[in-house]
């Protein structure tokens, strides 16, 4: 069965379903919305498990007397100058964590033993010019003057603009955080520092309700010819939570809300009917799932009258991280998305349960053990710990900065521990929108060969210059890899990004012609993509002519991959090429994860299983292998210390018209 691709889906799909007047019929006063338990209500902390409510109040005496670190402007001004965020973000994330534990600690506890340790880390992010990073920083200046015609001079932003608030990630995120403190603990708060409680409302308004109404435009909404990525649902999200739990203006709530979900349409209407994401898995949380925190606060907040849980697309986009699992830790990641992830499970899993799909809610249920079970902690480890304190365990480590996601981790789901953890590990899918195939030998096991290819273009999200590439992995884990993105520096993401290695096609499973690699922009894209589909076979077809630049001299470059179920199951890579001229020179490159033996037309590569054989012609190419050193801290996490890259380089005399054919098979 062959399949084309889709269209992107029509717009306004939440906007037209929720329209002002139902928002102001539907939505709960915020006086009156009770989403979770007060700090004040004791019975309903004091029924969390024992295990659980002893491990919440030793994450918040670690912070009891804690020197809250420093953020100078010097350390802000590190990623304009040299290019490093970390030093920054190290102690900007570690003020967040704290907070919520000592949070948390105190809502368990309830005897005010953590407050001024709370007020501490209040205060001190109320302090911070900017809830954002440096990578983010930029001037709103223009956005809020008055349409004179007369453009502001450009301003120095190596330091927060502070006159003009920007809203970016981490300020939302920071938002949310302090909205969710403000709920809980505002009764004991205001009985003794009520001004802690009127700063909060004071500086949220300030940072984000105003400066999100009044800027016509926020680059991170998108447009009409640039989608937005998972930037939108992530602040969204967060800028949705703050409103529900602090706006007291009925009127000025529901125009907020109408705002909030006229920009998550923007973000639907970049998404094909398949529900796939062009970031890839490693951003499912921040990309659907940050859409089903909007979707689910809306249900919430509307005693469940607002139900966005029936579209189609809604559900397709909750389906992409099962459909993308390779199997353990493992899923598939073209772009900057993460190989090995730890999804949040609990996520998944209710996010399975809210559209009815069970087996969206194994994935959950299986990524939460999972994690709970491979963690290396001490506290997963004491023998009279219980399977659901276990799993409650890993959502509190997994969710250190994030309230809106804990709470309902420590209310709602208490049936993880009796639900069914096994993995689908679907058999195949094709996603025909962003152009990804994924296949297995088997559904329901690991064991065997596991296939992903893909499309698609070289302006995606978080893009490589990829199109054409492909992974192979082998009872679980991958071997012909896709080596992902390393730490995040200021060239990630600016105009040298495609002079990081990692980006490059000559680091994908990619043909080099005439010496020449793929190149970033819209136009370099695939062409003529077909999945073909059976019990036999799964198959992409693609050419990759105009993935390349001209200089490349392609006439047609025709690649098909597929993975082909029988006695012994085996993946056949055909190139069938036509250029212009013989070119000077020709190579296919393979990225390898672990040591390659050579042999005459064969490459063993080592697994923890059985080797992985991939046979090639020894009378077309010659093989060489090369080692990579990895270096950066992030890739070294996924891959360790090392990987290869074997170059098949096309040996004289070479032809102007030909055919590349790869099997690789279990060995």
């Given at each position: 069965?062959?399949?084309?691709?889709?269209?992107?889906?029509?717009?306004?799909?939440?906007?037209?379903?929720?329209?002002?007047?139902?928002?102001?019929?539907?939505?709960?006063?915020?006086?009156?919305?009770?989403?979770?338990?007060?700090?004040?209500?004791?019975?309903?902390?004091?029924?969390?498990?024992e295990n659980v409510q002893g491990y919440l109040i030793a994450r918040a005496e670690q912070y009891q007397g804690w020197t809250w670190p420093e953020l100078p402007a010097t350390l802000f001004l590190e990623f304009v100058r040299d290019g490093n965020r970390v030093h920054y973000e190290e102690r900007y994330f570690a003020r967040r964590q704290a907070l919520l534990a000592l949070v948390m600690g105190e809502c368990v506890q309830g005897q005010g033993r953590f407050l001024d340790e709370i007020v501490n880390g209040i205060w001190a992010i109320c302090e911070e010019s900017f809830w954002g990073l440096p990578a983010h920083n930029f001037s709103a200046r223009a956005a809020f003057l008055p349409a004179s015609g007369i453009s502001p001079s450009p301003l120095d932003i190596g330091l927060p603009d502070t006159a003009y608030r920007v809203i970016d990630l981490f300020a939302a995120e920071t938002g949310a955080l302090l909205?969710?403190?403000?709920?809980?603990?505002?009764?004991p708060l205001a009985q003794t520092l009520p001004v802690v409680v009127d700063r909060i409302g004071r500086e949220m308004r300030e940072r984000l309700l105003d400066p999100y109404s009044n800027v016509e435009y926020w680059?991170?909404?998108?447009?009409?010819?640039?989608?937005?990525?998972?930037?939108?649902?992530?602040?969204?999200?967060?800028?949705?939570?703050?409103?529900?739990?602090?706006?007291?203006?009925?009127?000025?709530?529901?125009?907020?809300?109408?705002?909030?979900?006229?920009?998550l349409d923007r973000f639907l209407a970049g998404y094909h009917a398949d529900g796939g994401c062009d970031e890839g898995p490693g951003y499912w949380d921040n990309a659907a799932g940050s859409l089903f925190d909007s979707l689910d606060l809306l249900y919430r907040a509307s005693g469940g009258s607002l139900d966005a849980f029936e579209i189609a697309l809604i559900q397709e986009m909750g389906r992409f991280i099962l459909r993308t699992h390779i199997g353990g830790p493992w899923y598939v990641n073209f772009a900057d998305a993460a190989a090995r992830l730890t999804p949040s499970g609990e996520l998944i899993y209710r996010y399975g349960k809210r559209i009815h799909d069970p087996l969206?809610?194994?994935?959950?249920?299986?990524?939460?053990?999972?994690?709970?079970?491979?963690?290396?902690?001490?506290?997963?480890?004491?023998?009279?710990?219980?399977?659901?304190?276990?799993l409650l365990f890993s959502s509190i480590d997994h969710y250190q900065r994030v309230p809106g996601r804990l709470l309902p981790a420590l209310f709602e789901v208490d049936s993880l521990a009796e639900a069914d953890a096994t993995a689908p590990l679907l058999r195949e899918t094709w996603?025909?929108?962003?152009?990804?195939?994924?296949?297995?030998?088997?559904?329901?096991?690991?064991?065997?060969?596991?296939?992903?290819?893909?499309?698609?273009?070289?302006?995606?999200?978080?893009?490589?210059?990829?199109?054409?590439?492909?992974?192979?992995?082998?009872?679980?884990?991958?071997?012909?890899?896709?080596?992902?993105?390393?730490?995040?520096?200021?060239?990630?993401?600016?105009?040298?990004?495609?002079?990081?290695?990692?980006?490059?096609?000559?680091?994908?499973?990619?043909?080099?012609?005439?010496?020449?690699?793929?190149?970033?922009?819209?136009?370099?894209?695939?062409?003529?993509?077909?999945?073909?589909?059976?019990?036999?076979?799964?198959?992409?077809?693609?050419?990759?002519?105009?993935?390349?630049?001209?200089?490349?001299?392609?006439?047609?470059?025709?690649?098909?991959?597929?993975?082909?179920?029988?006695?012994?199951?085996?993946?056949?890579?055909?190139?069938?090429?036509?250029?212009?001229?013989?070119?000077?020179?020709?190579?296919?490159?393979?990225?390898?994860?672990?040591?390659v033996e050579l042999e005459h037309g064969l490459l063993r590569c080592s697994t923890a299983t059985r080797p992985l054989e991939i046979s090639y012609d020894p009378q077309l190419f010659q093989a060489h292998v090369e080692r990579i050193e990895i270096t950066d801290a992030r890739i070294a996490a996924t891959w360790g210390r090392q990987i290869f890259r074997i170059i098949l380089a096309c040996q004289p005399p070479l032809q102007a018209k030909g055919e590349i054919r790869l099997v690789i098979r279990a060995g």
């Open positions: 069965m062959e399949y084309q691709r889709t269209p992107p889906v029509a717009k306004q799909v939440l906007s037209t379903l929720f329209p002002g007047e139902r928002l102001q019929e539907a939505l709960i006063a915020q006086s009156i919305w009770h989403p979770y338990p007060t700090a004040i209500e004791r019975t309903a902390w004091q029924a969390i498990p909205a969710w403190t403000w709920y809980l603990l505002k009764e680059q991170w909404m998108g447009s009409e010819t640039s989608p937005p990525n998972n930037w939108n649902p992530w602040i969204h999200s967060n800028l949705l939570a703050v409103t529900l739990l602090m706006e007291a203006d009925e009127q000025v709530s529901v125009q907020t809300v109408s705002r909030i979900l006229a920009g969206l809610m194994r994935q959950g249920a299986y990524s939460i053990r999972y994690a709970a079970t491979t963690a290396q902690t001490e506290h997963l480890n004491v023998a009279n710990v219980s399977d659901q304190d276990r996603l025909d929108g962003i152009e990804v195939l994924c296949a297995r030998e088997q559904a329901g096991t690991e064991r065997g060969l596991f296939l992903a290819a893909k499309g698609g273009h070289n302006a995606e999200s978080h893009n490589h210059n990829d199109i054409g590439t492909f992974l192979v992995a082998l009872d679980g884990e991958p071997v012909v890899l896709d080596v992902g993105v390393g730490i995040y520096t200021r060239k990630t993401f600016n105009e040298e990004r495609y002079t990081i290695w990692t980006m490059r096609s000559s680091y994908h499973n990619l043909p080099l012609i005439n010496g020449y690699e793929q190149q970033a922009g819209r136009k370099f894209q695939a062409r003529a993509v077909h999945s073909a589909l059976s019990e036999e076979q799964a198959e992409l077809s693609l050419d990759l002519t105009e993935a390349y630049p001209e200089q490349a001299d392609i006439l047609q470059w025709q690649r098909t991959l597929r993975l082909e179920r029988r006695d012994r199951a085996q993946i056949i890579l055909n190139d069938r090429y036509h250029l212009g001229a013989v070119p000077q020179t020709l190579a296919l490159h393979l990225m390898i994860r672990n040591a």
